[in-house]
DNA sequence: TTGAAAGCGTTACCAA
DNA sequence: TTGGTAACGCTTTCAA
C-alpha cells in the first residue's frame, strides 16, 4: 500500500517495486559492488519508474556522512567568493555532494562560536577556507578540535598542517616581471599589499631581478593596501622620484588600477611613458583603458580542487603525514597597459 | 550512561542531566511557549552546560523542515552572485537557516533535472532565485509542481505568480536622469542593454526627459548588450552625431565604463565634455578616473528580505492570494563622471 | 504543563 | 549475494 499519493517514494517503495529487500536498494544507491547484475538492474529500474531519490537528512542521519560540504568566508572581493564557489559548487555537484556557504559576520570572538555552531548543527563532510579565515589560528584550532577535514585556499603561511590549495604567486610575479624585463624595463617599481600574497608576490619580483642583475631599488619599492587609493597614492610618489620608473608592478589590479588613474591625471601616457601591470585579474582589469596586463589565479579550479581533496580523504587528521599542497597553474593575461619604454627611457 | 565520551552530546543526554523527558527539551529548543520558566531554566541550563546543539538532519527527518535555503543562480556577474549572498547567509543565520548553493550548469534541458534532484535530495524550506533563472518558465514550472516556496529576486516580468523581492529601476533611472537634466543637460543619450532590466531603465529615463518636455530623440538611443564592448561601439556611434549628446545614461557600469574609454582614447573630456552614469555601482565604477557616478542596487538586502519572506509564509502557494512584491529602495551614487555641460554646449 | 512511545527514511551490523 | 532488524536523533501524536 502506497503511503498517500503525491508523497515522494521513499526506499521502501521501490525495494516492494523491485521485490527485494530495502538493504538491498541502499546497496544500489550507494554503488556497492556485492549486488548481483540482475538485481541492481531490476532496482534501478524500480528506481527510475519511481523517481526516487534518497532523502539527504535519513541519509546522514543514519549514515556516517552529510553530503554537505561548507564553504566559510569572511568579507572578501567579490570576484574571489564568486571564483571560488562557482568552482565548489560544480566539484560538489560532481561528487553529489551539496554546499553550504556561511559568511562570517565579523572577525571578532564569537567567531568560533559561529562555527561550531555550523559544525555541531550540519556536520559536514569537509570545510573550505578562504582568505583571511584561512590564517586565522583560532579558527583552525576549532575546525581541528571538531575533527572537521578542511582544506585551504591559499593559505598565508604554510597552512597550520591542513591541506591547502594555492597558486605559486612568486612564480607568476616572476613571469610578469621576466615580461617586462624582456620588454627593455631597467626600472620596474613595485607597489606592496598588506596581505600575505602580497609577500610571495614580491619575493618573485625581486628573483626576476636579480636573475637580469638588476638591483632592487629601496625607493621603488612602495606600500600599499590592495585598495584602489593606495595606488594612486604609491604612483604619486613614484613619479615624484628623481628618476621615475619606466615600469610599475601593482601586487593587485586595485592598486595597478589607482596608479593608472593617477598617470592618466598627470598626463603620463601608459604603456608610452609607463607600463603597469597588476595581479588577480580581477573584472576591472579588462573594463578600463588601457587593458591591465595581469595574472589570473585560477580560482575556480582551486576550489574545485579543494572539494576533490576533502573528499579523496587528502585531509583527514592521519597525525604524521604531512598536509598535502596542491598547486595549480596561473595564467598570465597580456592586455594594452604594457609595452616597450620610451626610446632613451630604458 | 553517556555513549562514547567525545561524541556530541543528544537530546536524551540534556533531558537526563535536567530531569525532563526528552519532548520537554525539544520544546525549549523549539521555543514553544507551554514551558514552565523553572522547566526552561534548568533545560537551558543543561543546554548549556553539555554544549547541546540539536543536529539538522535528524530535525528535518522527523519534522517537517529542513532548515535549509536553497540560492540557485547560473552564470550572473561577479558582483551579484557576491551581493546576493552576502545577504542570504546573513538573513539565514538570524533565522537558524543554512544556505545551500547551486549554480547551474547550463541553461540547458537537464536544467529541470538538476533542480528536481536537489529538491528531492535537501527538501529546502524555500528557495531563491535570480535572473536569469527567474525568468525562466520551465523553471519555475518545476519548482511550483514541488510546491517549493520560491522568492525571486528581480524577475524580469510580474515574477508568473510567485513572491519577489526588486528595487524601483525605473524610478533610479528616472532620478538619474533628473541629475542630469538637473546639471543642465538637454541632449542626453541612452545605451540600452539586453536584459529586462534595461527596459525598465529605460522607461525612467524617457519619464525623465518627457517630464522636462524634452523629447526623446531616436537616434540618440543606441543598443548595448551589457558587455563593456558594446559600450565602446555604442558611444563611438554617439560621438560621430552631427550634434553629439552632452550626457550618455548607459544602463549599466560595464556599457558606461566603454563609453568612457572611448570618449578618453578620442580626447573627450569627462566629465567636461560629455557626461557619463552608469547602473549598478559595480566594483569597477569607484576603480576608474573619473569614478562614475551610478546606481547601487540594494543586492544583500534584497537576498535578506527575500529569506524573510520565505519564512514568514510569503512564498506559499495559497491559490487566490496575489504574489507579495516587495520592492526595496535604492542609492544613487554621485561620483565625478558627471557635472554640467560645457558653456554654449547644453 | 509534561511525558511515553511511535515514527521519519536511511545505513549498519550480523546472520542466512 | 541477500535480508532482518536495530539504530541514528529528533518531532509529533496522544494521554495523562
Given amino acids: 500500500m502506497n503511503k498517500r499519493a503525491g508523497a515522494p517514494p521513499t526506499i521502501i517503495d521501490v525495494a516492494r517495486q523491485a521485490g527485494v529487500s530495502i538493504k538491498t536498494v541502499s546497496r544500489v544507491m550507494n554503488k556497492e559492488p556485492t549486488v548481483h547484475a540482475d538485481t541492481r538492474a531490476r532496482?534501478?529500474?524500480?528506481?527510475?519508474?519511481?523517481?526516487?531519490?534518497p532523502q539527504l537528512s535519513a541519509r546522514s542521519l543514519a549514515g556516517a556522512k552529510s553530503f554537505l560540504?561548507?564553504?566559510l568566508y569572511y568579507d572578501p572581493s567579490a570576484a574571489f567568493v564568486a571564483g571560488v564557489q562557482q568552482g565548489a559548487t560544480l566539484g560538489c555537484r560532481e561528487a553529489g555532494r551539496h554546499l553550504v556557504v556561511e559568511s562570517l559576520q565579523e572577525n571578532g570572538a564569537d567567531v568560533?562560536?559561529?562555527?561550531?555552531?555550523?559544525?555541531?548543527?550540519?556536520?559536514?563532510?569537509?570545510?573550505?577556507?578562504?582568505?583571511?579565515?584561512?590564517?586565522?589560528?583560532?579558527?583552525?584550532?576549532?575546525?581541528?578540535?571538531?575533527?572537521?577535514?578542511?582544506?585551504?585556499?591559499?593559505?598565508?603561511?604554510?597552512?597550520?598542517?591542513?591541506?591547502?590549495?594555492?597558486?605559486?604567486?612568486?612564480?607568476?610575479?616572476?613571469?610578469?616581471?621576466?615580461?617586462l624585463i624582456s620588454l627593455g624595463h631597467k626600472s620596474i617599481a613595485f607597489i606592496e599589499g598588506n596581505q600575505a600574497a602580497s609577500q610571495r608576490r614580491r619575493e618573485g619580483y625581486e628573483r626576476a631581478l636579480k636573475a637580469h642583475r638588476l638591483l632592487p631599488d629601496p625607493s621603488r619599492?612602495?606600500?600599499?593596501?590592495?585598495?584602489?587609493?593606495?595606488?594612486?597614492?604609491?604612483?604619486?610618489?613614484?613619479?615624484a622620484l628623481p628618476e621615475p620608473p619606466t615600469a610599475i608592478f601593482a601586487a593587485n589590479d586595485f592598486m595597478a588600477l589607482g596608479a593608472l588613474t593617477e598617470a592618466q591625471r598627470r598626463g603620463i601616457a601608459v604603456p608610452g611613458d609607463v607600463a603597469i601591470v597588476g595581479f588577480d585579474d580581477s573584472d576591472a582589469a579588462s573594463l578600463v583603458w588601457p587593458p591591465l596586463t595581469t595574472v589570473r589565479q585560477p580560482l575556480a579550479e582551486m576550489a574545485m580542487a579543494a572539494v576533490q581533496m576533502l573528499l579523496a580523504g587528502d585531509a583527514r587528521f592521519d597525525a604524521d603525514a604531512p598536509a598535502p599542497v596542491r598547486v595549480l597553474p596561473h595564467e598570465v593575461i597580456v592586455r594594452g597597459s604594457t609595452a616597450a619604454p620610451a626610446k632613451g627611457r630604458a
Avoid at 619599492?221 to 604619486?236: N, Y
Fill in 221 to 239: 619599492i612602495v606600500p600599499g593596501t590592495f585598495q584602489f587609493e593606495s595606488g594612486v597614492e604609491a604612483a604619486r610618489r613614484l613619479f
Fill in 112 to 179: 568560533q562560536a559561529q562555527i561550531e555552531s555550523m559544525l555541531a548543527a550540519l556536520r559536514p563532510d569537509g570545510m573550505i577556507l578562504t582568505p583571511p579565515l584561512c590564517d586565522n589560528p583560532a579558527i583552525l584550532e576549532t575546525l581541528r578540535a571538531q575533527r572537521t577535514p578542511c582544506v585551504l585556499i591559499s593559505p598565508a603561511g604554510e597552512g597550520h598542517g591542513m591541506a591547502s590549495v594555492r597558486m605559486d604567486d612568486a612564480l607568476a610575479a616572476e613571469e610578469l616581471t621576466n615580461l
Fill in 69 to 71: 560540504i561548507g564553504l
Fill in 43 to 53: 532496482v534501478q529500474e524500480a528506481v527510475a519508474a519511481l523517481n526516487y531519490r
